[in-house]
């Protein structure tokens, strides 16, 4: 058995999580047989808000196969170094990559594109929705523009905390010019579609900003941020280029490690303090495994002038980076999390940065789920 202390901070006990990943995934399906906590409302306790009762930031490890092409969740909070094994049961599908069950997710929405072309967004894999009734929302069929295409999407990023508000507006960014936006709620909804002129942004993510109202897209190489409103910037979107100060300073070694590596840009906003951050995560495929290793990150906090200051404090906060859209909470929050640091998931690595210092701690194990779910208020169950 493995011992854990559970007072530690988070990223000191990611080594030995990882240990239990790596053993996870050479479990028998049928034998989920890993420390663990069953009861499903454990859980609520140990990993909440003070202002308001929440469920603890997580992602979904996999679930336990139970009959039927169904399973059983097995969750890990941020807060703490254990798995929880839960009673809700989801399709299999949607946590099996070999599947690809899912093309993106969204505060604990994921979306799903099947062969009839149509986009569901669903809560199977949100740990506080209805364990017996999911939510399955089906989106209009979707509309490809000329010269794009709607097969590979890149994320999903949605204007509230669910479909369900009269007033969410859920964007879809495909791999290519195509951005396309939807209100679910509305007695008929219908796709609004946008062809994207620079070729910056045709591989970048999408996320949303409650601070300013728009849907904003940071450009290849971190050097421009496209900003849409669907009522007012279809066709004109306002662009705001970056300017970069106080860089860190590396070595030609490092330099060198840093152009070899596959980089991706990510907007995460802070809406405690209102806050953006671009974050530029640095990875490489590592020789001996072929998957993907995380070395470096890089955080810059984003003015109202576009300047780009490298920073290596972020106060209270902890941001979750991962093929969900990004977000960002107070550490102080939830007892357990670790400020001042970026916690990453993807399809085949799991860690957490420390800000401070730079250092990484993390480990290559593959997740069909790879989607970090922010707090969820349990009122709402």
Same mark, same amino acid.
């Given at each position: %058995?493995?011992?854990?202390? &559970?007072?530690? *901070?988070?990223?000191?006990?990611?080594?030995?999580? +990882?240990?239990?990943?790596?053993?996870? #995934?050479?479990?028998?399906?049928?034998? /989920?047989?890993?420390?663990?906590?069953? #009861?499903?409302?454990?859980?609520? +306790?140990?990993?909440?808000?003070?202002?308001?009762?929440?469920?603890? *930031?997580?992602?979904?490890?996999?679930?336990?196969?139970?009959?039927?092409?169904?399973?059983?969740?097995?969750?890990? @909070?941020?807060?703490?170094?254990?798995?929880?094994?839960?009673?809700?049961?989801?399709?299999?599908?949607?946590?099996?990559?070999?599947?690809?069950?899912?093309?993106?997710?969204?505060?604990?929405?994921?979306?799903?594109?099947?062969?009839?072309?149509?986009?569901?967004?669903?809560?199977?894999?949100? /740990?506080?929705?209805?364990?017996?009734?999911?939510? !399955?929302?089906?989106?209009?069929?979707?509309?490809?523009? =000329?010269?794009?295409?709607?097969?590979?999407?890149?994320?999903?990023?949605?204007?509230?905390?669910? *479909?369900?508000?009269?007033?969410?507006?859920?964007?879809?960014?495909?791999?290519?010019?195509?951005?396309?936006?939807?209100?679910?709620?509305?007695?008929?909804?219908?796709? &609004?579609?946008?062809?994207?002129?620079?070729?910056?942004?045709?591989?970048?993510?999408?996320?949303?900003?409650? @601070?300013?109202? %728009?849907?904003?897209? *940071?450009? +290849?190489?971190?050097?421009?941020?496209? +900003?849409?409103?669907?009522?007012?910037?279809?066709?004109?979107?306002?662009?705001?280029?970056?300017?970069?100060?106080?860089?860190?300073?590396?070595?030609?070694?490092?330099?060198?490690?840093?152009?070899?590596?596959?980089?991706? $840009?990510?907007?995460? $906003?802070?809406?405690?303090?209102?806050?953006?951050?671009?974050?530029?995560?640095?990875? @490489?495929?590592?020789?001996?495994?072929?998957? %993907?290793?995380?070395?470096?990150? %890089?955080?810059? @906090?984003?003015?109202?002038?576009?300047?780009?200051?490298?920073?290596?404090?972020?106060?209270?906060?902890?941001?979750?980076?991962?093929?969900? $859209?990004?977000?960002?909470?107070?550490?102080?929050?939830?007892?357990?999390?670790?400020?001042?640091?970026?916690?990453?998931?993807?399809?085949?690595?799991?860690?957490?940065?420390?800000? !401070?210092?730079?250092?990484?701690?993390?480990?290559?194990?593959?997740?069909?789920?790879?989607?970090?779910?922010? =707090?969820?208020?349990?009122?709402?169950?």
């Amino acid at each position: %058995m493995f011992c854990i202390n &559970t007072n530690l *901070p988070f990223h000191k006990n990611i080594l030995v999580m +990882s240990l239990l990943l790596s053993r996870l #995934s050479r479990l028998c399906p049928g034998k /989920p047989s890993l420390v663990g906590r069953s #009861s499903y409302s454990l859980l609520f +306790s140990n990993g909440f808000s003070s202002s308001l009762l929440q469920t603890a *930031p997580g992602f979904v490890v996999r679930a336990n196969p139970c009959g039927e092409g169904l399973g059983k969740l097995l969750f890990q @909070k941020n807060t703490e170094s254990w798995f929880t094994h839960l009673e809700k049961k989801v399709p299999l599908e949607l946590v099996d990559r070999d599947e690809l069950g899912t093309v993106g997710s969204c505060n604990g929405w994921v979306a799903t594109l099947k062969d009839d072309g149509i986009l569901r967004l669903q809560d199977d894999l949100n /740990p506080a929705a209805s364990h017996t009734h999911p939510k !399955h929302i089906p989106l209009p069929p979707l509309v490809t523009l =000329p010269h794009c295409q709607t097969q590979i999407i890149t994320n999903v990023s949605m204007s509230s905390s669910s *479909p369900e508000d009269e007033d969410c507006v859920v964007a879809v960014k495909f791999l290519g010019p195509q951005l396309s936006f939807c209100r679910p709620a509305q007695s008929k909804p219908e796709w &609004t579609n946008v062809k994207i002129e620079d070729p910056y942004f045709f591989s970048s993510r999408v996320m949303f900003s409650k @601070k300013d109202d %728009m849907f904003r897209i *940071p450009g +290849s190489g971190g050097n421009l941020i496209g +900003s849409w409103n669907p009522n007012k910037h279809k066709n004109n979107p306002k662009i705001q280029r970056l300017q970069y100060q106080n860089l860190p300073k590396l070595t030609k070694i490092k330099r060198e490690l840093l152009d070899l590596c596959w980089t991706s $840009e990510h907007l995460v $906003e802070s809406r405690t303090t209102g806050e953006t951050f671009l974050v530029k995560w640095f990875r @490489k495929t590592s020789r001996r495994l072929a998957l %993907m290793k995380t070395k470096a990150l %890089m955080v810059f @906090k984003i003015d109202e002038e576009g300047n780009a200051v490298y920073t290596q404090d972020i106060g209270d906060l902890v941001i979750y980076i991962s093929k969900s $859209e990004p977000f960002c909470i107070p550490a102080s929050s939830f007892p357990g999390l670790d400020r001042n640091s970026v916690q990453i998931v993807d399809v085949d690595e799991y860690g957490a940065i420390r800000l !401070h210092d730079s250092s990484i701690f993390s480990h290559n194990i593959r997740f069909g789920a790879p989607y970090f779910i922010p =707090p969820q208020n349990i009122d709402q169950v």
